[in-house]
């Protein structure tokens, strides 16, 4: 069984950072890709970032480049998402997923694995 919890999640203001963390148990992850995505109120999940199982290959959405950061540490079996200049609209649950294939992807239907979530709120 594989399990994915997120934290790091919490009210900030416009301008602030946060890191998100998302550890993973059960299957180890080493070879999978992994990714970040948010869903906002009466809004679809969307990709946030994405990075392949050695970390060489990422990819972030046009919205969160150059704000956003994604890594992992495979030996903790955690991934991060480093958000700086936060702004009202990055206001969303956001969720970890895995895949089960090495190459990243944006696509929601690609990730197999999903954490419950963890709520980011941004003020203005």
């Known amino acids: 069984q594989v399990l994915l919890v997120e934290s790091g999640g919490g009210l900030v203001q416009a301008g602030d950072s946060l890191r998100l963390s998302c550890a993973a148990s059960?299957?180890?992850?080493?070879?999978?890709?992994m990714g970040w995505f948010r869903q906002a109120p009466d809004r679809q999940r969307e990709f946030v970032a994405a990075i392949s199982w050695n970390g060489d290959t990422s990819g972030y959405a046009d919205s969160v480049k150059g704000r956003f950061t994604i890594s992992r540490d495979i030996a903790k079996n955690t991934m991060y998402l480093q958000m700086d200049s936060l702004k009202p609209e990055d206001t969303a649950v956001y969720y970890c997923?895995?895949?089960?294939?090495?190459?990243?992807?944006?696509?929601?239907?690609?990730?197999?694995?999903w954490g419950p979530g963890t709520q980011v709120t941004v003020s203005s």
């Open positions: 059960g299957r180890t992850f080493s070879s999978d890709a």
């Open positions: 997923a895995r895949r089960t294939y090495s190459s990243i992807s944006q696509s929601v239907s690609d990730y197999r694995y």
